[in-house]
């Protein structure tokens, strides 16, 4: 069945310090793959994005994600965040290139920044 | 302006209540989605379009209808209300083939007493 899983639902991170956040499918193919920032109060904003090519994806706010496609995985990294990073992070998959049947997400990761 | 605009931003009501929450875009998008947001879960689809005439259930669509008014226009509706149908409600729209990332509205906070 088709599938994603994010498995940390907290993360708590020092300001400066790097950062990852885990995000594996289930699926026989390769996916359109995405991750979203939610901060609180606030809907979702696209971070980045993969559909082909280059494995490494750069997004804004100086995020940037690696499709491993032996491992089925799409994590989200940053060099340093800053408390303004603190937010709910989801991981969304579509699955089918169509686009039909929406994105599936991830149960979102909550990122706290330690001061 | 914001491409996708959702109203009301907040909602209290009542059990057994008719409730709708209209979504609306400026982006041109044929594709329009109404995902439901509890706390632990993500976002769950619901019910998405892809034109006026194309109307398809997500994964938890009891409870629930839609309507496509126009290209633009996309509206929830609860025909009554239950307590565990409180939750974030957002509309996101895209364009059909590509680029596939979908725009999200602010969302909706409804609560159900």
């Known amino acids: 069945a088709q599938s994603v899983t994010q498995p940390d639902i907290h993360i708590t991170v020092s300001e400066g310090a790097s950062l990852e956040l885990r995000c594996n499918y289930s699926?026989?193919?390769?996916?359109?793959l995405f991750w979203y920032v939610q901060s609180p109060g606030q809907g979702l904003q696209l971070l980045l994005k993969?559909?082909?090519?280059?494995?490494l994806v750069q997004g804004i706010k100086g995020f940037e994600a690696e499709f491993k496609r032996s491992q089925s995985s799409f994590n989200l990294r940053k060099p340093s965040v800053h408390w303004s990073d603190a937010a709910e992070y989801f991981c969304?998959?579509?699955?089918?290139?169509?686009?039909?049947?929406?994105?599936?997400f991830g149960k979102g990761t909550h990122l706290i920044i330690q001061p | 302006d914001a491409d996708v605009t959702q109203t009301p931003r907040n909602r209290i009501t009542k059990t057994g209540k008719r409730i709708m929450l209209e979504c609306s875009q400026t982006?041109?998008?044929?594709?329009m989605y109404w995902y439901r947001q509890d706390p632990g879960l993500g976002l769950q689809l619901i019910y998405y379009s892809f034109d006026v005439k194309d109307i398809n259930k997500g994964e938890i669509s009891d409870g629930y209808s839609v309507s496509r008014q126009a290209q633009a226009k996309f509206s929830l509706s609860l025909e009554s209300a239950i307590p565990n149908q409180t939750a974030l409600y957002f509309c996101?729209?895209?364009?059909?083939?590509?680029?596939?990332?979908?725009?999200f509205g602010p969302g909706t906070r409804l609560t159900v007493t």
């Open positions: 993969y559909f082909s090519g280059d494995t």
């Open positions: 969304a998959v579509l699955f089918n290139r169509g686009g039909a049947d929406g994105l599936t």
């Open positions: 996101a729209t895209h364009l059909a083939g590509g680029p596939y990332e979908q725009y």
């Open positions: 699926y026989g193919a390769t996916p359109y």
């Open positions: 982006k041109g998008h044929d594709r």
